[in-house]
């Protein structure tokens, strides 16, 4: 599974850089507009929720709980620092997904207790897309909290994320994550929708 989260570059927007992992075969979004007020988010949201809908792509939106049913979302990702996973449950309901954010196993076992759909696991590496940065993980970081998940009997989809390249994925992919999340690899691309077919094929290749 791949996630592609929206960012803005130089050369891309919120919106045409979703729609480039679209048309490169994503089929899972998550609209990210960090400091965007939020007349900005519900703009965008609203163009994205129906070519999310065209392709039968997830479409979720991050932190943004009270936007989730304006925007047409099917859920939202909260960090961190965001809304508690329990109390964003009890607003959305059960029909919607809420992902977490996590850094530990012990984040993650916190996040299972309260109904959370899936996890964001990370940072790979360092990256420049996220301001408060939690402690890098790296590979061995990926191995030892996916054998605890593993241990404990989770089964819940785990993302891997943060300044992860096509390079790393089949060794990603080895920890037993589920899935990547990526934005500024995407982005980055000459062609973001080959990027993203191509990147969407390694995944495929390695799990």
């Not at 891309?12 to 990210?32: K, P, S, T, V």
């Not at 997830?58 to 049913?69: E, K, N, R, S």
């Not at 607003?91 to 964001?120: M, P, Q």
């Not at 989809?157 to 994925?169: E, K, L, S």
């Amino acid at each position: 599974m791949l996630q592609f989260i929206t960012h803005k570059n130089d050369r891309h927007g919120y919106l045409d850089g979703a729609e480039a992992a679209l048309r490169g075969g994503c089929r899972w979004i998550q609209l990210r507009m960090k400091d965007e007020p939020d007349e900005n988010v519900v703009a965008v949201g609203r163009q994205l929720a129906p070519l999310c809908r065209a392709d039968g792509a997830t479409f979720i939106i991050d932190d943004h709980v009270a936007l989730v049913d304006a925007i047409g979302a099917d859920g939202v990702h909260l960090g961190k620092n965001d809304m508690p996973v329990a109390e964003a449950r009890r607003i959305l309901g059960r029909d919607k997904i809420i992902g977490a954010t996590a850094n530990t196993f012990d984040d993650i076992a916190a996040a299972v207790a309260v109904g959370a759909d899936y996890i964001g696991l990370g940072p790979f590496r360092f990256t420049e897309t996220k301001k408060r940065l939690s402690p890098i993980l790296g590979l061995e970081g990926y191995r030892d909290i996916m054998a605890r998940c593993s241990k404990a009997g989770y089964d819940i989809p785990v993302v891997a994320i943060g300044g992860i390249t096509p390079v790393d994925i089949a060794a990603i992919m080895a920890t037993g994550v589920t899935g990547i999340a990526l934005s500024g690899t995407i982005l980055r691309a000459d062609d973001p929708a080959a990027a993203t077919a191509h990147i969407i094929n390694l995944i495929k290749h390695n799990i």
